[in-house]
Protein backbone atom coordinates (compact mmCIF):
# COMPACT_ATOMS: atom_id res chain seq x y z
CA UNK A 1 0.00 0.00 0.00
CA UNK A 2 3.10 2.79 0.52
CA UNK A 3 3.80 4.14 -2.47
CA UNK A 4 6.58 6.72 -3.38
CA UNK A 5 5.66 8.90 -6.78
CA UNK A 6 7.93 10.93 -8.02
CA UNK A 7 8.11 13.88 -10.12
CA UNK A 8 10.16 17.11 -11.94
CA UNK A 9 12.78 14.82 -14.60
CA UNK A 10 13.29 16.31 -17.75
CA UNK A 11 15.13 17.45 -20.09
CA UNK A 12 17.77 20.43 -19.67
CA UNK A 13 20.82 22.18 -20.90
CA UNK A 14 23.98 21.56 -19.79
CA UNK A 15 24.23 24.56 -17.19
CA UNK A 16 20.01 24.94 -16.54
CA UNK A 17 18.20 23.51 -12.81
CA UNK A 18 15.86 20.81 -11.94
CA UNK A 19 14.47 19.89 -8.94
CA UNK A 20 12.55 16.72 -8.35
CA UNK A 21 10.54 15.56 -6.00
CA UNK A 22 8.84 12.26 -4.26
CA UNK A 23 6.34 12.37 -2.43
CA UNK A 24 5.40 8.79 0.14
CA UNK A 25 1.97 7.39 0.83
CA UNK A 26 -0.04 5.18 2.73
CA UNK A 27 0.00 3.71 6.39
CA UNK A 28 3.71 5.09 7.09
CA UNK A 29 4.20 4.85 10.87
CA UNK A 30 8.16 6.41 10.71
CA UNK A 31 10.39 7.59 8.19
CA UNK A 32 14.40 6.94 9.18
CA UNK A 33 15.60 8.00 5.90
CA UNK A 34 15.13 9.13 2.11
CA UNK A 35 17.51 9.25 -0.69
CA UNK A 36 17.90 9.61 -4.54
CA UNK A 37 20.13 6.96 -6.86
CA UNK A 38 20.63 7.18 -10.35
CA UNK A 39 21.33 4.75 -13.30
CA UNK A 40 22.71 5.52 -16.59
CA UNK A 41 22.53 3.27 -19.19
CA UNK A 42 25.04 0.53 -19.36
CA UNK A 43 26.15 1.53 -15.68
CA UNK A 44 25.47 0.55 -12.02
CA UNK A 45 22.47 2.30 -10.22
CA UNK A 46 24.29 4.94 -7.26
CA UNK A 47 23.73 6.91 -4.11
CA UNK A 48 23.02 10.58 -4.97
CA UNK A 49 22.23 12.01 -2.05
CA UNK A 50 20.83 10.99 1.13
CA UNK A 51 18.86 12.57 4.25
CA UNK A 52 18.51 10.66 7.36
CA UNK A 53 15.83 11.70 10.16
CA UNK A 54 18.19 13.62 12.43
CA UNK A 55 19.18 15.76 9.15
CA UNK A 56 22.46 14.86 8.05
CA UNK A 57 22.95 14.44 4.61
CA UNK A 58 25.88 12.90 2.65
CA UNK A 59 26.26 13.45 -1.65
CA UNK A 60 28.19 11.51 -3.94
CA UNK A 61 31.30 13.60 -4.55
CA UNK A 62 30.21 13.97 -8.45
CA UNK A 63 27.61 16.10 -7.20
CA UNK A 64 29.15 17.97 -4.22
CA UNK A 65 28.17 21.91 -4.52
CA UNK A 66 26.06 21.41 -7.20
CA UNK A 67 22.87 19.14 -5.76
CA UNK A 68 20.97 19.62 -2.52
CA UNK A 69 18.47 17.49 -0.84
CA UNK A 70 15.82 18.49 1.61
CA UNK A 71 12.53 17.04 3.19
CA UNK A 72 9.27 18.03 4.49
CA UNK A 73 8.00 16.08 6.87
CA UNK A 74 4.47 17.15 7.04
CA UNK A 75 4.37 16.11 3.31
CA UNK A 76 6.11 13.25 3.63
CA UNK A 77 7.80 14.50 0.65
CA UNK A 78 12.05 14.53 -0.35
CA UNK A 79 13.46 16.81 -2.49
CA UNK A 80 16.81 17.08 -4.57
CA UNK A 81 17.76 20.41 -6.38
CA UNK A 82 19.99 19.92 -8.96
CA UNK A 83 22.00 22.86 -10.39
CA UNK A 84 24.84 23.21 -12.72
CA UNK A 85 23.55 20.20 -14.20
CA UNK A 86 26.25 18.10 -16.70
CA UNK A 87 25.51 15.46 -19.41
CA UNK A 88 27.38 13.19 -17.52
CA UNK A 89 23.89 13.78 -14.72
CA UNK A 90 22.08 12.12 -17.21
CA UNK A 91 19.81 9.14 -15.81
CA UNK A 92 16.89 7.43 -14.08
CA UNK A 93 16.48 9.12 -10.39
CA UNK A 94 15.06 6.77 -8.25
CA UNK A 95 13.88 7.62 -5.07
CA UNK A 96 14.31 5.35 -1.83
CA UNK A 97 12.27 5.86 1.55
CA UNK A 98 13.26 3.73 4.82
CA UNK A 99 10.04 3.65 6.75
CA UNK A 100 8.21 1.67 8.87
CA UNK A 101 4.97 0.61 8.05
CA UNK A 102 1.87 1.22 10.26
CA UNK A 103 1.11 -2.36 12.37
CA UNK A 104 5.05 -3.61 11.34
CA UNK A 105 7.25 -4.11 13.10
CA UNK A 106 10.19 -4.29 10.76
CA UNK A 107 11.34 -1.62 8.57
CA UNK A 108 11.26 -1.86 5.17
CA UNK A 109 12.89 0.19 1.97
CA UNK A 110 10.83 1.07 -0.69
CA UNK A 111 11.58 2.44 -3.97
CA UNK A 112 9.50 4.94 -6.54
CA UNK A 113 9.14 4.09 -10.41
CA UNK A 114 12.27 6.80 -11.40
CA UNK A 115 12.06 9.73 -13.72
CA UNK A 116 14.42 10.41 -16.23
CA UNK A 117 16.82 13.33 -16.22
CA UNK A 118 18.51 14.31 -19.22
CA UNK A 119 21.05 16.98 -19.85
CA UNK A 120 22.15 17.79 -23.49
CA UNK A 121 22.06 20.63 -26.06
Known amino acids: QVQLVESGGGLVQPGGSLRLSCAAS????????MGWHRQAPGKQRELVAAITSSGSTNYADSVKGRFTISRDNAKKTVYLQMDSLKPEDTAVYYCNVDLREERRKIPTSVWGQGTQVTVSS
Open 26 to 33: GSITSIYA
